[in-house]
């Protein structure tokens, strides 16, 4: 059985959600294993746009395929509460296919008030998550097994517990997991993207989980082999929040992409900072992010133009999270297309990423609906 991750390769919002929803169904489980309801995984379902933010983005249409929240997320209950509550009056039943594993650790009410207070100097989502994983790793936090054993005791937290069990989400530890799920086969969903990884992307401007390959097995994974790893990309790129942001646009043409690729944020409503592919940041997520093959999203939203523009250079190639401060990029204009399901339009376009990355491309995406995900075969 082949076990798959799809991981963000940039800064989050590179289109994981449609791309795993559509996987989904070929899979038993799919896994979260970072972050928490600072991500928003956007998925159109029935003609219906549906945000994820604490759920993974299984086609809860499919009865086989399963949701699995992991040890490495934080989690709000309350959140996850409203979110089965939603998932249970478009697909009654699909809860008891949901599992929280109780070695996550809680956001509580507290972290999030800290959030807004003391993190917009890095466009935090305010969702409390730096402060939840400051508790985890000062040897504060709560995991949800306190909760649950009553080593924390809070009637206010355990209220959503009971109302997540009354919907029959299972809580459980991915050990006992263990028999069930190697008969299966796992997906593992990345949140965020290499790029706003707490070790590799770009400090101090990331969140504060492991967004690599590094989060899956720091999630308890480690009876799960992975067999590929998928960074997903846009054929530009986006950020929300501060920092570094080397192929940034400005002005009109910024304001174009922006609207012509509807870049705003799913979790907090954000107009995205936007800019050009960049391929540097892109081999070195591939790198840091241990990934193995590339999909590339949203290749309708450049189509029509004779030419793309790219960033093809730094004044060096990045080898860690300082050289993206002062990267001086360059740019080379590559062939567009008006039709990305013409490959050979794109090929020129693909051909310079799969040489800057040393990866290959295997998807395209042209666009929201399932039949626009294509196998790329050159
Ligand atoms: P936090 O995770 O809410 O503390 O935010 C830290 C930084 O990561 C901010 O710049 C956020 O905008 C960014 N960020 C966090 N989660 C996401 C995401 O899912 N997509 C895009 N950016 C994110
Ligand atoms: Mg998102």
């Not at 289109?15 to 294993?33: E, M, N, P």
């Not at 000062?138 to 924390?152: E, F, Q």
Request: with cysteine; aromatic share 12%; proline share 4%.
């Amino acid at each position: 059985m082949s076990n798959i991750a799809v991981l963000g390769a940039m800064w989050g919002d590179e289109g994981k959600g449609h791309i795993t929803h559509h996987f989904s169904r070929d899979y038993d489980w799919v896994i979260r294993f970072n972050g928490g309801a600072n991500a928003g995984h956007t998925i159109y379902r029935d003609g219906k746009k549906f945000v994820h933010n604490l759920l993974p983005s299984v086609d809860f249409r499919v009865p086989t395929v399963k949701a699995y929240l992991g040890a490495g997320m934080v989690i709000n209950l309350q959140k996850l509460r409203d979110e089965i509550y939603d998932l249970e009056e478009a697909y009654p039943g699909a809860a008891s296919r949901v599992y929280v594993d109780r070695e996550a650790f809680m956001v509580l009410d507290e972290h999030i008030e800290e959030d807004k207070k003391t993190n917009g100097h890095i466009g935090s989502t305010n969702r409390g998550i730096g402060p939840a994983y400051r508790d985890k790793v000062n040897r504060k936090g709560v995991r949800i097994d306190d909760l649950w054993t009553n080593r924390h005791f809070d009637p206010y937290y355990d209220d959503f517990m009971y109302q997540l069990c009354g919907k029959g989400v299972h809580f459980v530890h991915a050990l006992d997991m263990e028999k069930e799920m190697k008969l299966g086969k796992l997906l593992f969903e990345g949140a965020q993207g290499v790029l706003l990884d707490i070790n590799h992307g770009i400090y101090p401007y990331v969140s504060c989980s492991d967004a690599t390959i590094g989060g899956i097995y720091s999630s308890g994974f480690g009876f799960a082999k992975v067999d590929t790893v998928y960074g997903v990309a846009k054929v530009y790129t986006t950020k929300v929040g501060e920092g570094p942001f080397p192929s940034e646009l400005q002005g009109e043409e910024a304001e174009w992409l922006r609207k012509a690729g509807n870049e705003y944020g799913a979790t907090t409503g954000r107009p995205r900072r936007v800019g050009w592919l960049d391929l540097p940041a892109l081999k070195y997520a591939c790198q840091k992010g241990g990934i193995d093959k590339l999909i590339l999203t949203k290749l309708d939203i450049l189509a029509g133009r004779d030419v793309v523009p790219v960033c093809a250079t730094y004044k060096k190639p990045p080898s860690c999270p300082s050289d993206f401060f002062d990267a001086d990029p360059k740019y080379m204009e590559v062939l567009g297309w008006d039709n990305c399901r013409d490959t050979t339009q794109i090929k020129p376009f693909i051909n310079e990423v799969e040489y800057a990355t040393g990866r290959e491309v295997s998807f395209i995406s042209c666009g929201t609906d399932d039949s626009d995900i294509l196998a790329w075969s050159p």
